[in-house]
Nanobody, 127 residues
Framework: QVQMVESGGGLVEAGGSLRLSCAAS????????VGWFRQAPGKEREFVAG????????YYADSVKGRFTISRDNAKNTVYLQMNSLKPEDTAVYYC????????????????????WGKGTLVTVSS
């Protein structure tokens, strides 16, 4: 049974930093592309960052480029999202998701292209 468990969310002031973790069980994260998505209240879920199964390519939404960094620790079977210079508009529930089918092979990270999802962790950035 595949499980993805996010952690590390919380309340932070604007300009601050947080590191989110996504711990996987039931699969090996280094065998799949893994992404972070977020959903703010009243908005659709959107792509934030992704890392290819090889680990050699990373992808970012324009809104977080230069502030967020996605990484992976194969030994811990965990994917991270380092978030710096946080803004109030980054407030959302953050989810990690696994691409089992190879849907992201062309760098197109879609919500409906992901197969396994965690339950999310809430990030709140105060102004």
């Amino acid at each position: 049974q595949v499980q993805m468990v996010e952690s590390g969310g919380g309340l932070v002031e604007a300009g601050g930093s947080l590191r989110l973790s996504c711990a996987a069980s039931g699969l090996i994260v280094s065998s799949f592309s893994v992404g972070w998505f977020r959903q703010a209240p009243g908005k659709e879920r959107e792509f934030v960052a992704g890392i290819s199964w090889t680990g050699g390519r990373t992808y970012y939404a324009d809104s977080v480029k230069g502030r967020f960094t996605i990484s992976r620790d194969n030994a811990k079977n965990t994917v991270y999202l380092q978030m710096n210079s946080l803004k109030p508009e980054d407030t959302a529930v953050y989810y990690c998701a696994v691409d089992r089918r190879g849907s992201t092979w062309n760098g197109n990270w879609r919500v409906d292209g992901m197969d396994y999802w965690g339950k999310g962790t809430l990030v709140t950035v105060s102004s």
